[in-house]
């Protein structure tokens, strides 16, 4: 039997390493049940311990909080609470600014076809006549625009408008929780 050069050496390190394995696995076995033993002594001691009351005046704050979270309106409580006319006509007008935003890129030729569309279905209400020259109005001024401004300057105008409504969005929301913290520190005692 004849050793090829340094394979005694390989062989002393894959005994090493298996010992290094076994220590370790010895060592998490030794650690979880210490673990386990350190958790059934705390839970003993805590189980010992009398029960803590609470101070006298917090049932009454508690009660007090959730009367007044309950007497907010609709519309400053979790969406789960408005009612379900204002749910389903949030969900649509969310829906259809997706879409919007999805279709994008479509939207000159989505435009002309709802065009068509609309003008053939309000011809044919008769009740609706001011509606549909409202409607051929705006068409009419859309395709001028649409011929008359680069589609890129439209799209910037359209980005800087929302950019600016969501500032304004903003704006009103920072101002409201400012005075509403305001309004808060006022009625703390």
């Not at 879409?99 to 939207?107: D, I, P, Q, W």
């Amino acid at each position: 039997m004849t050793r090829e050069p340094g394979q005694g050496s390989h062989d002393a390190q894959r005994v090493r390493d298996a010992q290094e394995q076994r220590a370790r696995s010895t060592a998490a076995a030794g650690a979880g049940r210490a673990f386990a033993v350190l958790e059934s002594v705390t839970a003993r001691a805590l189980r010992g311990l009398p029960p803590r009351s609470a101070p006298s005046g917090l049932a009454a704050r508690v009660r007090a909080e959730l009367a007044r979270r309950a007497a907010r309106p609709w519309w400053r409580r979790s969406f789960a609470h408005w009612p379900s006319v204002v749910r389903g006509a949030f969900v649509v007008t969310c829906a259809g600014l997706i879409a919007l935003s999805v279709l994008g890129g479509a939207r000159w030729i989505a435009a002309a076809r709802l065009a068509r569309v609309a003008r053939v279905s309000i011809a044919r209400l008769p009740w609706a006549g001011p509606l549909g020259a409202l409607w051929n109005a705006l068409v009419d001024l859309g395709t001028a625009v649409r011929g008359a401004v680069p589609t890129l300057w439209l799209d910037a105008g359209a980005t800087l408008l929302a950019l600016a409504y969501t500032l304004l969005l903003a704006l009103a929301v920072a101002a409201c929780r400012a005075l509403q913290a305001r309004h808060s520190q006022h009625s703390q005692p």
